[in-house]
């Protein structure tokens, strides 16, 4: 078989991994969310502990230790539900960027091992910028119900 015939054959091979990107998508949500829920819940089991993390250990630039805390636990809780969801697409992908990345600058010294968690959670969250939540979201399920509706 010939090169350029070879080229074709695989790249007709690779259009057929594309029903792998709505059950990805939803992967890449429910790891991320449940990462930051996760941090969320923490925080706000014990609050005394996180204001004085925000106070001692995090330097969240602009914002007070006590309102950086409620902003990033609020932020941590509410967000992931609706990245789970698909709803209002790219709003939470973009809010969870926005955490994520603030965890990262607030911390002077942050662990390799934490920083390369935090890299992956980033590169999920951009994949999900790019492609929007997917066919397995709650807005891809209303639109298939609403394809097959009677006009």
Request: charged share 15%; no cysteine.
């Amino acid at each position: 078989m010939a090169a350029p015939a070879l080229i074709r054959r695989a790249l007709q091979g690779l259009r057929h991994l594309q029903v792998l990107e709505a059950p990805l998508l939803l992967l890449a949500r429910l790891h991320v969310a449940w990462v930051f829920f996760a941090s969320g819940m923490t925080k706000l089991r014990d609050w005394e502990t996180t204001l004085m993390l925000f106070t001692d250990e995090y330097h969240v630039p602009l914002l007070p230790p006590e309102a950086a805390a409620w902003a990033g636990t609020a932020g941590e809780l509410l967000l992931p539900p609706l990245l789970v969801l698909g709803l209002l697409d790219r709003v939470p992908v973009l809010g969870l960027l926005v955490v994520n990345g603030v965890a990262v600058l607030s911390l002077p010294e942050i662990a390799p091992a934490a920083l390369v968690q935090h890299q992956l959670w980033g590169v999920l969250l951009l994949v999900l910028v790019v492609h929007g939540p997917g066919a397995w979201s709650l807005p891809g399920f209303w639109r298939r119900i609403a394809a097959r509706a009677p006009r």
